[in-house]
């Protein structure tokens, strides 16, 4: 079964459909990927996952266990996490705290004061952050903003981790640290649904794409399939990235 | 056109950039590349007039630009198209692309103007009565470089126009660059996707912790061991 | 060393608190009345100031409904211990303040507290005016007299009631800060979306705290009644209840617990004084301080102590240098 499925998920914005009968699933372990044209539908997709909009109609299951009409803390409590594509830290409060946040809230039971600061020390210090606990959000540098978005979502204890465009404004070199971030993430057990455009992230780390146009699922396979569909190419990736890859 | 010399800029106590000097040539475009935090940024926000030089100056069709406010160099035709969008989000895509042309001379010939961005960006003219708000981020990129297009700029700049879009979509922005400057725009183009801005760009500069470290023709530069260590990977 | 010098700092705190508190309470045995009357005027304000901000400080909700909730306080004192008929007593009438003061708040908060910044502070104004009317139109329909006494409480047991009130705020405010639930909080006024989504129920933090300052502002409300023994519907439900303790909490600082209580000590003892001297023009000045607080000092008298401090030590280093020729580098 796989950890996360949903089935004819319809997401209407007063006449436009953002999302249309959509299928997907992921599978536990898997580092899957969606990929689209911009305003698609991904990030509303992740916000339909999350709860942070509510399914017009259609179902999905995570874990087998229906996400309609759940709140996102809800969700979160459940082992869903994400982070979002305009970093949303919470500006009011250092690196640490940020992360303690998802440590103390995330977990479906009470944890003591000790073990949370414990859960948010050792997420800053799996995405390298610890040197910057006490620095103020405000005067991170975009890539050590995501480290900590990053971090506080996985100080929620997650299964399945939703990073929505991870790698925007990174360049190269930070593009190949964060693949091998999401590659160790993954390795602790926790499943990765990313969406992207940095392709060479798509590439290196996906198992599995899923790609979304006007709201509606096109294609879906391996990255080697989507990126040689037509139709893909087409409306999403022009021909001088098929010519480079 | 521009003309950059020796320009020291600090943010707060530390210093950004350090001794840069750049220059921009009529019917050119012109590709900034380096890293996150070396700079590029504050380039483009001094040389728009938001951040002040410590020393250095700046000329622009042989007018000193260094000590003008943001919206009297705008009107010399200079116009930023920012990072992250930057979008008046309480306004219409319609709204904002005609603030674009807040300058008299724009104004006058916004409906010209626009109707040409929306050709370049056609969805932008499906969506033009929607609230800027829910606007995905690759449509708010687009909606930001129109806006910029609106203020008919003799220089316009970009800075990183391929943050959030989809490859396909970099690739048109890149073909309206070039279109751009056909119809006689010069570009000054900030960028981390290294290789395609090389390709694209007639210059370019390499910007590493404040300084110049490197400068050429785009196509020479995409040959250049150093650059290809650092910024394509390889 | 640093834990040791931490820990005698915070001795000392704890000791200055309870040497005022001290002061305080004996301050009866040897004030005047009229001083007596005066504390107990500030004390009010700084509950009303400090519960404000138990709310509104890290959530960033502005709440405008402080005095909705003091009147309701007050016209609980005036059907439940009025003149003459007193229906419990005055113990039990501070707590049905509390409870209903609580209660409304909580049915208020889940109503209006998914209201938007700007709405949500117009609607809690707007609480003030429709209790003010409802109130009214009981006055008016079912009591058939316009105004209520209450029973009459002595200056010193009025102040005695509020040192109490004043206590239990300050309690429930320090440890509220210091808890996962303050933290919550914060989240809420840093990004309540990523908050939400990181297992914060936003929905309740929201609303139980905005009830809890609410109880805190009622029971304040009940005692003053004692005090002034004739209410009515628009002395009762006076919107200048609401803008002062804003203005004493955003004046004294919202960084520290200690700035509103700062801010209402310093505004209340100021209003006094001034009201005395210039009956006609003394809002001018709290409107020219707030002017310049917002303007100079954004984190209120308690922003202004580490700015202080640090040009206190660059006094002390240069004093040390003092003789000395040699110019030392600025790092």
Redesign the interface.
């Known amino acids: 079964m796989p950890i996360l499925e949903g089935q004819g998920v319809t997401k209407n914005?007063g006449g436009l459909a953002a999302v249309s009968n959509v299928d997907f699933h992921v599978g536990q372990g898997e580092i899957a990927g969606l990929?689209?044209?911009?305003?698609?539908g991904?990030?509303t997709l992740f916000n339909l996952i999350?709860a942070?909009h509510p399914l017009s109609s259609g179902v999905i299951r995570f874990k087998g266990q229906k996400l309609n009409g759940l709140?996102?803390?809800q969700i979160?409590?459940m082992g869903v996490?994400?982070t979002?594509?305009?970093i949303?830290?919470?500006?009011?409060?250092p690196v640490f705290?940020?992360v303690?946040?998802?440590a103390?809230?995330?977990?479906p039971t009470r944890i003591s004061?000790a073990d949370?600061a414990r859960e948010a020390n050792q997420a800053l210090e799996f995405v390298g952050m610890s040197a910057m606990t006490a620095t103020l959000v405000q005067d991170l540098?975009?890539?050590n903003q995501k480290r900590v978005e990053v971090a506080?979502?996985l100080a929620?204890r997650p299964e399945l981790l939703l990073l929505d465009?991870m790698m925007?404004?990174?360049?190269?070199?930070?593009?190949?640290e964060a693949m091998e971030l999401v590659t160790k993430i993954r390795d602790k057990g926790i499943t990765i649904f990313m969406v992207e455009?940095v392709?060479?992230a798509i590439m290196g780390i996906c198992e599995r794409v899923m790609v979304l146009h006007h709201g509606e699922k096109i294609a879906e396979g391996t990255p080697q399939e989507i990126v040689t569909n037509k139709e893909v190419i087409e409306?999403?990736?022009?021909?001088?990235?098929r010519a480079?890859s | 056109m521009l003309q950059v010399s020796n320009l020291n800029v600090f943010y707060g106590r530390s210093q950004a950039l350090r001794d840069v000097s750049l220059k921009v040539g009529e019917g050119e475009i012109v590709a900034l590349v380096g890293a996150n935090g070396a700079g590029k940024t504050t380039l483009l926000n001094t040389i728009s007039g938001l951040l002040r030089p410590a020393s250095g100056h700046m000329e622009f069709l042989g007018k000193r630009i260094d000590r003008q406010a943001p919206h009297k160099i705008m009107q010399f035709g200079i116009c930023q198209i920012p990072e992250g969008r930057k979008l008046f989000t309480d306004m219409t895509v319609g709204e904002n692309l005609e603030m674009g042309a807040y300058t008299p001379e724009a104004w006058k010939r916004r409906k010209e103007t626009l109707e040409q961005v929306y050709q370049i960006f056609p969805v932008l003219k499906e969506r033009r009565k929607q609230s800027a708000k829910k606007l995905s981020g690759g449509e708010g990129q687009m909606v930001a470089i129109g806006r910029g297009l609106m203020s008919t700029p003799k220089l316009c700049m970009f800075d990183e126009p391929s943050y959030g879009l989809a490859p396909k979509l970099f690739s048109e922005v890149l073909e309206v660059i070039k279109r751009l400057r056909e119809q006689g725009i010069t570009i000054f183009l900030v960028e981390q996707n290294v290789r395609r801005t090389l390709e694209t760009a007639d210059r370019a500069y390499v910007l590493e912790n404040g300084r110049i470290v490197l400068e050429g023709k785009g196509k020479d530069l995409l040959q250049n061991e150093q650059v290809k260590k650092a910024y394509l990977g390889l | 060393m640093d834990i040791t010098v931490f820990k005698s700092k915070k001795l000392v705190v704890v000791g200055l608190v309870l040497l005022i508190l001290i002061w305080l309470a004996t301050s009866p045995l040897y004030a005047s009345s009229s001083n007596i009357r005066l504390l107990s005027t500030i004390l009010m304000y700084i509950i009303l100031a400090v519960s404000w901000a138990m709310f509104s400080g890290p959530t960033g909700y502005m709440s405008l409904a402080p005095a909705a909730f003091f009147g309701v306080g007050i016209y609980t004192a005036a059907f439940l211990y009025a003149r003459g008929s007193p229906l419990l007593p005055l113990p039990a009438v501070i707590v049905a303040a509390c409870a209903i003061s609580f209660v409304i708040a909580l049915l208020v908060g889940l109503v209006t507290l998914r209201l938007k910044g700007i709405y949500f502070a117009i609607f809690s104004f707007g609480l003030i005016v429709l209790l003010g009317l409802i109130v009214q139109y009981w006055e008016n329909q079912i009591i058939g007299r316009r105004g209520q006494h209450v029973v009459a409480e002595g200056t010193e047991t009025v102040f005695y009631v509020m040192l109490a009130i004043l206590v239990a705020t300050l309690l429930v405010a320090y440890f509220l800060r210091r808890s996962r639930w303050g933290m919550a909080m914060l989240s809420i006024g840093g990004n309540e979306e990523a908050a939400t989504h990181m297992g914060v129920n936003t929905t309740m933090v929201k609303v139980f705290t905005f009830a809890i300052s609410a109880t805190f502002m009622g029971a304040v409300g009940a005692i003053m009644a004692t005090r002034w023994i004739y209410v009515d519907p628009s002395t009762a439900f006076n919107p200048m209840y609401s803008f002062m303790p804003v203005l004493m909490a955003v004046f004294g600082g919202m960084g520290q617990l200690y700035g509103p209580v700062l801010g209402a000590a310093v505004f209340a003892y100021l209003e006094r004084i001034l009201r005395r001297e210039f009956p006609a023009y003394y809002m001018i000045v709290f409107g020219v301080i707030l002017i310049i607080v917002v303007l100079f000092l954004p984190g209120g008298l308690v922003g202004l102590i580490p700015k202080l401090r640090d040009r206190l030590r660059g006094v002390i280093a240069k004093l040390r240098k003092g003789g000395q020729t040699e110019q030392h580098a600025n790092t």
């Open positions: 914005f990929i689209g044209p911009n305003g698609a991904k990030t999350s942070a709140k996102p803390h979160c409590r996490a994400r979002f594509q305009e949303k830290l919470f500006g009011n409060m705290q940020n303690l946040v998802g103390f809230f995330g977990t004061a949370a540098t975009l890539v506080r979502a929620t465009e925007a404004g990174l360049n190269t070199a930070e593009v190949s455009h392709m060479k409306i999403y990736l022009g021909e001088e990235t480079a």
